[in-house]
């Protein structure tokens, strides 16, 4: 047979094996991120997401815009899950889903740009990435946003090869629909401006086309400006964001190899900086397209850059926002590994991504991070005595309190919109009082913060006389993570 005809039936041959592996890690990828999906209850956030698809669509919209944090397409995911059932495993499946797929997508980027086995390793490495198998575990918009965005990359990547109608109506469509989904998204059409920019002589008429293709995307999304600019209040909930320092890209860094769980250990560190000196090796040498390593460097360290001097005026650099920088950073890592030498490649690549899985394994399963409990503190609120009343201290906490409380006395809020009423009258008329403390805490890092309750940070001076034993007898205290719980007894 001739030796062609050989090489073009073995390749063919080999094709659907390369698929099967593919679809293997990504397989694994999924089973990652299913595995524990209802073992912990809801946090905050989570709930809050629960709570807005529950409403009927209309209402669910005013009270998106009124927030108007996030854009609203993760919400109709969301009411899309409710489908599924109303327990924590339907409302986070979808997130796994998106995370699984990213992995598919990052293979498809790292054999386009860098070659066959940057792609495998890059792939293999998000796969077990402890910081995306946790937020892929997460009823929230964070994995969804980072499949988008590497989406949008292997849609430009695309059309810069072939602008033709199917490329460009990917460029726009899923530009589009990451610009519904988190307003970080937007550093993707700057980065592919950078990108267009440095390399405006190799094609002078792309910024043209892509600019028509950015406005088309961008339509979407403002008419969800418009809609927020008919609102009340011009105002955005994200004055719980603390001022970040030049330190914390050192912790994003951590946080992207092995997950952050407080001040850094040795071997984190040393992981840290193993990544970014692989990254290093990867922008020097060749790549299969080698504009796509101006490209990757730029995914990689505009968004946290910029957020990072954003926030000298108004603090939003939160590690999970910037998940979508995070294909960009392995992407580079992988193609680092495949530059070494020859036979240090398979051990580099395995040593990296068996450290990666064992970080992972700490870090969300074994013994794995906590969210709040809100579930456990409504079990043990379900077996208070029935003359006695479940007061809030905030009426936020009601919204995932409520999710799993199922008891017969009401839950009364003691602060409502800033405006604090009387305790003692809350608790008039009852055989003792449930006081419902949320320790919320904002941390740059960790995914999931346990503050102690302060007493002393209490403001309302009625309430901070009840914690300092001038008040009703303190009969019991449970503190479970994120959420204090206090039982007092009948007025003296």
Same mark, same amino acid.
């Given at each position: 047979m001739d030796a062609g005809v050989k090489g073009a039936l073995s390749e063919r041959r080999g094709i659907p094996w390369r698929s099967v592996a593919l679809m293997a890690v990504v397989g694994i990828a999924f089973g990652l991120r299913a595995v524990r999906l209802g073992a912990q209850g809801f946090w905050f956030d989570e709930a809050y997401t629960h709570w807005i698809a529950r409403l009927p669509l209309s209402e669910s919209w005013r009270a998106i815009v009124v927030d108007g944090v996030h854009p609203p397409l993760y919400y109709a995911v969301a009411k899309v899950a409710l489908l599924l059932g109303q327990g924590e495993a339907a409302m986070r499946?979808?997130?796994?889903?998106?995370?699984?797929? #990213?992995?598919?997508?990052?293979?498809?980027?790292?054999?386009?740009?860098?070659?066959? !086995?940057?792609?495998? &390793?890059?792939?293999?490495?998000?796969?077990? !990435?402890?910081?995306?198998?946790?937020?892929?575990?997460?009823?929230? +918009?964070?994995?969804?946003?980072?499949?988008?965005?590497?989406?949008? +990359?292997?849609?430009?990547?695309?059309?810069?090869?072939?602008?033709?109608?199917?490329?460009?109506?990917?460029?726009?469509?899923? !530009?589009?629909?990451?610009?519904?989904?988190?307003?970080?998204?937007?550093?993707?059409?700057?980065?592919?401006?950078?990108?267009? #920019?440095?390399?405006?002589?190799?094609?002078?008429?792309?910024?043209?086309?892509?600019?028509?293709l950015q406005a088309l995307a961008a339509v979407p999304l403002a008419g969800w400006i418009y809609a927020l600019s008919q609102r009340e209040a011009?105002?955005?909930?994200?004055?719980?964001?603390?001022?970040?320092?030049?330190?914390?890209?050192?912790? #994003?860094?951590?946080?992207?190899?092995?997950?952050?769980?407080?001040?850094?250990?040795?071997?984190?560190?040393?992981?840290? &900086?193993?990544?970014?000196?692989?990254?290093?090796?990867?922008l020097k040498g060749a790549w299969r397209e080698p504009r796509s390593r101006s490209l990757a460097l730029l995914w990689a360290a505009v968004p946290?850059?910029?957020?990072?001097?954003?926030?000298?005026?108004?603090?939003?650099?939160?590690?999970?926002?910037?998940?979508?920088?995070?294909?960009?950073?392995?992407?580079?890592?992988?193609?680092?590994?495949?530059?070494?030498?020859?036979?240090?490649?398979?051990?580099?690549?395995?040593?990296?991504?068996?450290?990666?899985?064992?970080? +992972?394994?700490?870090?969300?399963?074994?013994?794995?991070?906590?969210?709040?409990?809100?579930?456990?503190?409504?079990?043990?609120?379900?077996?208070?005595?029935?003359?006695e009343a479940i007061v809030v201290r905030v009426l936020q906490i009601v919204v995932p309190l409520s999710y799993y409380y199922h008891g017969s006395m009401p839950l009364e809020a003691m602060e409502v919109n800033r405006q604090v009423g009387s305790l003692s009258e809350l608790a008039s008329g009852h055989e003792g009082v449930w006081l419902v403390y949320w320790n919320a805490a904002a941390d740059i890092h960790r995914v999931a913060s346990d503050p102690p309750f302060r007493p002393e940070e209490e403001s309302d001076?009625?309430?901070?006389?009840?914690?300092?034993?001038?008040?009703?007898?303190?009969?019991?205290?449970?503190?479970?993570?994120?959420?204090?719980?206090?039982?007092?007894?009948?007025?003296?």
């Open positions: 499946l979808p997130s796994a889903i998106f995370g699984a797929l #990213t992995v598919w997508v990052v293979f498809r980027l790292g054999a386009r740009w860098a070659g066959s !086995s940057a792609a495998w &390793i890059s792939a293999l490495l998000l796969a077990v !990435s402890p910081i995306h198998v946790w937020h892929s575990g997460d009823a929230r +918009m964070y994995s969804l946003l980072v499949l988008l965005g590497s989406g949008c +990359m292997l849609a430009f990547t695309s059309w810069l090869t072939r602008p033709r109608f199917r490329s460009a109506a990917a460029l726009a469509g899923v !530009s589009a629909l990451a610009y519904l989904t988190h307003y970080f998204a937007l550093f993707v059409p700057l980065v592919q401006f950078v990108h267009l #920019t440095l390399h405006i002589r190799d094609n002078p008429r792309a910024i043209r086309g892509w600019v028509g011009q105002t955005f909930g994200i004055g719980w964001i603390p001022a970040p320092h030049l330190s914390d890209l050192l912790g #994003t860094l951590v946080n992207f190899t092995s997950g952050y769980l407080g001040p850094p250990e040795w071997w984190q560190t040393a992981l840290a &900086i193993a990544a970014l000196l692989l990254a290093g090796l990867g946290p850059l910029l957020a990072l001097g954003m926030s000298v005026k108004r603090p939003l650099y939160m590690d999970r926002f910037l998940l979508l920088s995070l294909p960009a950073l392995l992407l580079l890592v992988g193609r680092g590994v495949s530059l070494l030498p020859r036979r240090a490649i398979m051990p580099g690549a395995a040593a990296l991504v068996v450290l990666t899985g064992l970080a +992972m394994i700490r870090f969300c399963l074994w013994p794995g991070q906590v969210r709040e409990q809100w579930r456990e503190a409504a079990e043990r609120l379900e077996r208070a005595d029935p003359g001076a009625e309430a901070a006389s009840w914690l300092a034993g001038q008040g009703p007898p303190l009969l019991e205290r449970v503190d479970y993570v994120g959420v204090t719980l206090l039982h007092f007894g009948a007025s003296r």
